[in-house]
């Protein structure tokens, strides 16, 4: 079975400071790893997602994500934060591949406050 | 890109009313659409697997006759909140699979049903 735990259900941090959201997962077979974001009052867009190759993943905004394999963490950073990061943040995982491909599981999600 | 229309975005109703929620593909075909539901300060869990022309899959613990899907075209998936009760309120989401060759997911924004 799939799972996914996010540490920490707030972060704040300081406009400028690094971000660091942490994301464990555990997975039966090779994951498939996404981190979403929500802004208040409207769904989920896709920051970035690692499928396969390189373990390091860059998405939008300057967030990228680096997945260990040894550690089953896929932590999302951004090295200098901005006050619109400030968002719900979702870790999910995947396991099936083609025409199930979008069955996700999610965590409990991450509220960044980022502060002027 | 891509766009995944949810309408509506927000719905108050009167408890044993029932309550229906569209979920579109505007630009592509979606082989598969999923239903989610989110509690306040919580995840979004997966109620459902809706396909094109076949019946919805459901998770466990979810109930098939009080959430009716129906996904009768491949841009379209209806989900139907039957008799609904104020347990029932909660931000639902769709996303759906494009079927162009990468598999892509795509969110809708989210429907916010009260029940009073």
């Known amino acids: 079975a799939q799972s996914v735990t996010q540490l920490g259900s707030h972060v704040s941090v300081s406009e400028g400071a690094l971000v660091l959201l942490r994301c464990n997962y555990s997975s039966s077979v090779p994951p498939y790893l996404f981190w979403y974001v929500q802004y208040p009052n409207q769904g989920l867009q896709l920051l970035l997602k690692?499928?396969?190759?390189?373990?390091l993943v860059k998405g939008i905004n300057g967030f990228e994500a680096e997945f260990k394999k040894s550690e089953t963490s896929f932590h999302l950073t951004k090295p200098s934060a901005h006050m619109s990061d400030a968002a719900e943040y979702f870790c999910?995982?995947?396991?099936?591949?083609?025409?199930?491909?979008?069955?996700?599981?999610f965590g409990r999600g991450t509220q960044l406050t980022v502060w002027p | 890109g891509a766009v995944v229309s949810q309408h509506p975005s927000r719905v108050i109703c009167k408890s044993g009313t029932s309550v229906k929620i569209e979920c579109r593909s505007l630009d592509f075909q979606a082989t598969t659409m999923f239903w989610y539901r989110q509690f306040p300060k919580q995840s979004l869990m997966l109620m459902a697997t809706s396909n094109e022309g076949s019946k919805a899959t459901y998770e466990q613990g979810v109930e098939k006759d009080k959430f009716l899907i129906n996904h009768a075209s491949l841009t379209l998936s209806t989900l139907t909140v039957t008799s609904a009760h104020p347990e029932d309120s909660s931000f639902y989401i769709c996303?759906?699979?494009?079927?162009?060759?990468?598999?892509?997911?795509?969110f809708g924004s989210g429907t916010q049903l009260s029940v009073l």
């Open positions: 996303s759906a699979i494009s079927r162009l060759g990468n598999e892509k997911l795509f």
């Open positions: 999910a995982v995947s396991d099936a591949r083609g025409s199930t491909l979008g069955r996700l599981y």
């Open positions: 690692y499928t396969t190759g390189a373990t």
